[in-house]
């Protein structure tokens, strides 16, 4: 697979990583262990080196999944986790933010020992705390990096003020947002900002939360503990509203003989050489089926015609519900 590079501080990684959170919460019960490790090794033996974890996943199955998993290959992949939410001494949720530099130390000593390595190869603030200044914040992760037990730092779902306040303390590698078909807002302020710090992009649910792989319609039901069930875009009538991106990506997928996915992903992948998305999967198939993406060349015919028609479309729904909406974007 090619590589790209994400940031100035140059962290080569593979043109698609892997998004690993849905294999421990977020989309349904939890895969089975031995499963989602074959896939993860499987991600690796197909080409990708890079993949994203957190420890809210879970939380903190997930680092412990993906730890397990690519101990084998540590050497050959780089992984990514986050900090920044309220964890129980037992592992519960609890509401609110933490990245006091305190407790970014202590997640890094534990998130260390899950992922079974010495250095955390991307660390990300997971959402914007507005109790803790990001001058702070920043300069935590900086000691971690001069520490040698971090090598990159990274914001997820930053605002333009606050990712620039951060890069002033410590050059920020990369920022994480969703970005793809399905939302396009990232185009407006913020991938300006990072062309021109230097900063790479790293969009999380590439193809829609699968909405932009054709898979899901207006009919289709989710497991009671999947968090789709709450995400306003998800309704059964926003998704009958929003079926016109699916039926422009199938259109586009039988001119060039690939699958909506596949097509969602390479127009991600020509937007800019520094957006590495990371789609994520439970599935073998699904795994192979999206690094094929990775391979597609849409023409310049095929990415305007994209481009004409996604900028025709008022797509229905709000991305998050209101408590977590106002979580992002500060």
Do not use: C
Request: aromatic content about 6%; charged content about 25%.
């Amino acid at each position: 697979m090619q590589k790209r590079i994400l940031g100035n501080t140059r962290l080569e990684v593979s043109a698609l990583g892997f998004g690993a959170m849905g294999m421990s919460s977020g989309y349904g019960p939890a895969g089975e262990k031995q499963a989602m490790i074959a896939v993860l090794r499987a991600a690796v033996e197909h080409g990708v080196t890079f993949f994203d974890t957190a420890e809210i996943y879970g939380p903190w199955a997930n680092e412990l999944l993906v730890g397990e998993a690519l101990a084998p290959f540590r050497s050959q992949v780089k992984i990514a986790t986050k900090f920044g939410f309220r964890i129980g001494p037992n592992g519960e949720r609890l509401d609110g933010l933490d990245s006091r530099p305190a407790h970014i130390k202590e997640v890094v000593e534990a998130s260390l020992k899950r992922l079974r390595t010495e250095a955390i190869d991307l660390l990300y603030q997971h959402r914007v705390d507005p109790d803790v200044p990001i001058e702070d914040v920043a300069g935590a992760v900086k000691e971690l990096i001069q520490a040698g037990k971090v090598k990159h730092f990274g914001l997820s779902e930053a605002g333009a003020k606050t990712i620039r306040r951060a890069h002033a303390v410590q050059p920020v590698t990369a920022l994480q947002s969703e970005y793809s078909l399905f939302w396009r807002e990232p185009e407006q302020e913020i991938m300006p900002l990072l062309e021109e710090l230097g900063i790479g992009f790293v969009p999380f649910s590439p193809l829609g939360k699968g909405f932009l792989t054709g898979k899901i319609d207006a009919n289709t039901k989710f497991d009671a503990s999947d968090f789709r069930n709450v995400v306003p875009r998800f309704t059964p009538e926003a998704r009958q509203a929003n079926q016109a991106v699916v039926d422009l990506l199938t259109t586009i997928a039988i001119r060039v003989k690939a699958t909506p996915a596949q097509v969602a992903l390479a127009w991600l992948l020509a937007q800019k050489p520094w957006i590495v998305p990371i789609p994520g999967t439970t599935n073998l198939h699904r795994l192979v089926e999206n690094l094929g993406g990775a391979t597609l060349e849409l023409t310049p015919t095929d990415l305007r015609d994209i481009n004409a028609a996604s900028d025709q479309m008022k797509l229905q729904g709000a991305r998050y519900p209101e408590h977590l909406q106002k979580l992002i974007g500060r």
